[in-house]
């Protein structure tokens, strides 16, 4: 992945930092919660959400088990059509095909549809370097490149900023990169849609480049698939003569068949729509309609590492929705930015790590970044069990040792855990292996436990400062057995 967002701190202190901003939590307990409520009612109209969410998983896992035949299927077919696919290894190769595609054309500026692989890779500064402006088209986008801002979100990007935050970009900042904002401009959601609306427009009729990326690829036809609903993405696809195309590779569904169940799942999960405003497909290049150069760049950077996890892998399946950033208590409070990755929220805590490594301070942090509740399993369209990768990730981390920066190098070091820790799992091993010692020990905390302190002592000040302590029961369990039943049971 990119390293655009190396050298931030590590999850808890981003997010520690981003907890005390009380604007930033506003804004997006509002706006979680808001889109939440929606999500739950667009879901309920559907009599058979269980069954779409099972076929949504069962069809990508699938497509992973067989996912080099679907590629070279979809290569073969984009060819077919008139297209032209490259395939980039990582973010710097994808970068330089772009580039190198962008100045064959001669053109010193592109518009982009809504991408979350461009932002992987970093590709907006790396065209910025190359002398090639980027202009950002979705409304949320534009928000976030304007404030020199980072996307925060997956589908609101500016879920971050409010209405008198985004006024004030539009007012200082829109004429830098183009038709200045109206005079007089205020915060009321229609004038900062039209102020965004004409300020992009020449960039639609001016534009020559396009970038996008894509929601799916149907392997048998070469088709790819973008899915928004501002109508951004149909002038980005339509009006310029060159098309480039920059796709992970797990966005790959075999057949169109296969897409319908998507088309259900996505709108509903994602925006708590019935469908998408605007459904936006294109196979190639046809003579007359649309772009007359389709360039389609297929992005590996990490996913057949990803894919090699038989754990971890499920973590492809995603499509984007973010549902789990709307529901996790974590991201609401912490924000996307804490996350230090264009994946933020529960996804991003297993995606990123994964497509990164976990040897950079802020990786190895990620998988701790949830309380493990499950609520972003039962909201995820295509059943991805986030908690279990989560976990999977942790023992991972635990394996490789804790990462520290020494200099310019990331150093491992052997993980030997905390040295209280470990003699509190010496204590317990031998407590558990003396039954005797461990029933005298039960009674004598049961008896003693007004006298017991609420929060832990030392260390674990930190921990129980924020969770309450279990309650000890008046009496052990094996007493409370021995009392109610009686007899030889008891001593089993």
Not at 466 to 475: A, G, I, K, N, V
Request: hydrophobic residues 40%; contains cysteine.
């Amino acid at each position: 992945m990119s390293g655009r967002f190396v050298g931030m701190p590590a999850f808890p202190e981003a997010a520690h930092e981003a907890v005390g901003n009380r604007t930033l939590r506003g804004n997006l307990r509002h706006a979680t919660h808001t889109i939440r409520a929606k999500r739950a009612r667009a879901v309920a109209e559907v009599s058979d959400w269980a069954e779409l969410r099972e076929a949504g998983k069962r069809i990508k896992d699938h497509t992973l088990r067989h996912l080099g035949r679907y590629l070279v299927q979809l290569e073969q077919a984009v060819t077919a059509a008139g297209g032209v696919v490259h395939w980039a290894a990582d973010a710097q190769e994808a970068c330089r095909i772009v580039t190198e595609l962008v100045k064959a054309t001669g053109e010193s500026e592109v518009v982009k549809v809504k991408s979350m692989a461009t932002q992987e890779i970093g590709l907006n500064e790396v065209l910025e370097a190359e002398g090639i402006r980027a202009y950002e088209t979705d409304l949320a986008e534009l928000i976030v490149q304007l404030g020199k801002d980072r996307p925060s979100h997956i589908l609101v990007p500016a879920i971050h900023r409010n209405r008198g935050e985004i006024r004030d970009i539009f007012r200082s900042e829109m004429g830098a990169w183009g038709r200045p904002a109206p005079e007089g401009l205020t915060d009321t959601p229609a004038e900062l849609a039209e102020a965004a609306r004409l300020h992009l427009r020449e960039k639609f009729l001016r534009a020559k480049v396009a970038v996008s990326g894509a929601n799916f690829m149907v392997a048998e036809t070469g088709t790819l698939v973008v899915v928004e609903s501002e109508g951004n993405g149909r002038m980005c696809l339509t009006l310029p003569e060159t098309l480039i195309s920059v796709v992970g590779i797990e966005k790959i569904v075999p057949t169109w068949q296969d897409l319908e169940v998507f088309l259900q799942t996505l709108p509903r999960s994602s925006t708590a729509e019935r469908m998408n405003p605007y459904t936006s497909m294109w196979t190639g290049t046809t003579d007359g309609d649309g772009p007359r150069t389709f360039h389609l760049v297929l992005l590996d950077n990490g996913r057949t590492d990803t894919l090699a996890d038989e754990v971890g892998r499920q973590a492809l399946r995603c499509i984007r929705c973010s549902a789990c950033l709307n529901v996790c208590p974590v991201y609401e409070r912490a924000g996307g930015h804490a996350y230090g990755s264009v994946y933020p929220g529960p996804i991003g805590a297993i995606l990123s790590p994964q497509l990164r490594g976990i040897r950079s301070p802020i990786d190895a942090s990620l998988p701790y970044a949830s309380s493990l509740c499950g609520a972003c399993y039962d909201v995820c369209p295509v059943a991805i069990d986030i908690p279990e990768v989560l976990v999977h990730l942790r023992e991972r981390v635990v394996e490789g040792g804790p990462a520290t920066q020494a200099g310019n190098k990331v150093v491992l070091r052997p993980a030997r855990g905390h040295a209280a820790e470990r003699a509190a799992m010496r204590a317990a091993r031998w407590a558990f292996s003396h039954p005797g010692a461990l029933r005298t020990g039960q009674r004598l905390a049961s008896r003693s436990r007004r006298f017991l302190p609420r929060t832990l002592p030392g260390p674990g000040r930190a921990w129980s400062a924020s969770r309450d302590l279990p309650t000890l029961p008046p009496e052990p369990f094996r007493d409370w057995w021995q009392r109610t039943r009686g007899g030889k049971e008891a001593e089993r």
